[in-house]
């Protein structure tokens, strides 16, 4: 296809889709502890419909990054999302690997 991003360079999706237009959010692993799904630096790209391309927790969490980033989006306001065993809202999102995450959420301005 013309113009399709590398669909495994998050980075390249969200150059792609904010030059055509779109809100996008990138959201960034920051830190991580024990066992972790996904590495410092994995990237989720979230456009203002809800489609989005990467991971930051392969699958586990994503919903979670998501919906935050819609917030993000709208407000313009960086966001930064802890996971992990202990916290409830990682289990309710399947975080169960025993590991936490820290994932910075941040809307790409011009």
């Not at 980033?69 to 960086?78: C, F, K, L, Q």
């Not at 990682?90 to 590991?99: D, M, P």
Request: net charge negative.
């Amino acid at each position: 296809m013309q113009n399709e991003p590398n669909v495994l360079d998050p980075l390249a999706v969200a150059q792609t889709w904010h030059g055509q237009g779109r809100s996008v959010a990138l959201a960034t692993v920051i830190e991580t502890w024990g066992s972790a799904p996904r590495p410092v630096g994995s990237h989720l790209v979230i456009d203002g419909e809800g489609n989005f391309q990467g991971s930051v927790s392969g699958g586990c969490v994503e919903g979670a990054v998501i919906a935050e980033a819609a917030d993000v989006i709208a407000s313009g306001t960086p966001r930064v999302l802890e996971f992990g065993v202990a916290d409830e809202t990682a289990w309710r999102v399947g975080l169960s690997c025993g590991g936490r995450i820290r994932v910075y959420v941040e809307r790409i301005d011009g």
